[in-house]
Nanobody, 115 residues
Framework: QVQLVESGGGLVEPGGSLRLSCAIL????????VGWYRQAPGKQREMLAT???????NYGDGVEGRCTIFRDDDMKTVYLSMNSLIPEDTATYYC?????????WGQGTQVTVSS
């Protein structure tokens, strides 16, 4: 059984930064990709960042340059750092893990960018 638990969301002022964490309760080595999506009210889910087991990364067009994804396999945790936050970054942020034929999702953590 796999469980993904996000943390680190909250209220952030415009221009600020945050770091989200995703604890993977299970064997992280079984996944061929882990990463982050977000979904704002009334909008489609948007891919933010993906990291592969050997380290390569892939970023969504909307956040490239403001996001960094990294993983700590010993801690079985995937992190997402974002900077220069704007109100349009307000959304629920979801962690996912992809295994051949299956995707696993966390319950999400809310990020609100507002003054």
């Amino acid at each position: 059984q796999v469980q993904l638990v996000e943390s680190g969301g909250g209220l952030v002022e415009p221009g600020g930064s945050l770091r989200l964490s995703c604890a993977i309760l299970g064997d992280i080595s079984r996944f061929n990709a882990v990463g982050w999506y977000r979904q704002a009210p009334g909008k489609q889910r948007e891919m933010l960042a993906t990291i592969f087991p050997t380290g390569p990364t892939n970023y969504g067009d909307g956040v490239e340059g403001r996001c960094t994804i990294f993983r700590d396999d010993d801690m079985k945790t995937v992190y997402l750092s974002m900077n220069s936050l704007i109100p349009e970054d307000t959304a629920t942020y979801y962690c996912y893990a992809r295994e051949f034929g299956s995707d696993y999702w966390g319950q999400g953590t809310q990020v609100t960018v507002s003054s």
